[in-house]
């Protein structure tokens, strides 16, 4: 009889998809000092059709071994809206 075995599921923020490294949450990813804000990348294609152009934030992890760029949706920080 085979045994099944149950892999856990840890949710996390984000991970690196260069290094690997992992975020558990949104506040633990926008306070590491590793984590440059480079810019934001609108969709064109919503925008062209009168709608929120709902986006991407591009981030930088800066790290000596990573350099990676990580694209996040902006709907991800709308709870931080004031």
Request: charged share 25%; with cysteine.
């Amino acid at each position: 009889m085979l045994k099944h075995h149950a892999r856990k599921h840890i949710k996390t923020f984000k991970n690196c998809s260069l290094c690997g490294k992992m975020w558990k949450t949104k506040d633990a990813f926008l306070t590491d000092d590793s984590i440059r804000l480079e810019g934001y990348q609108y969709n064109r294609l919503k925008v062209l059709a009168g709608l929120p152009p709902c986006g991407l934030l591009i981030f930088t992890h800066l790290t000596k071994n990573c350099g990676t760029s990580l694209a996040i949706r902006v709907g991800e920080f709308m709870d931080l809206q004031s």
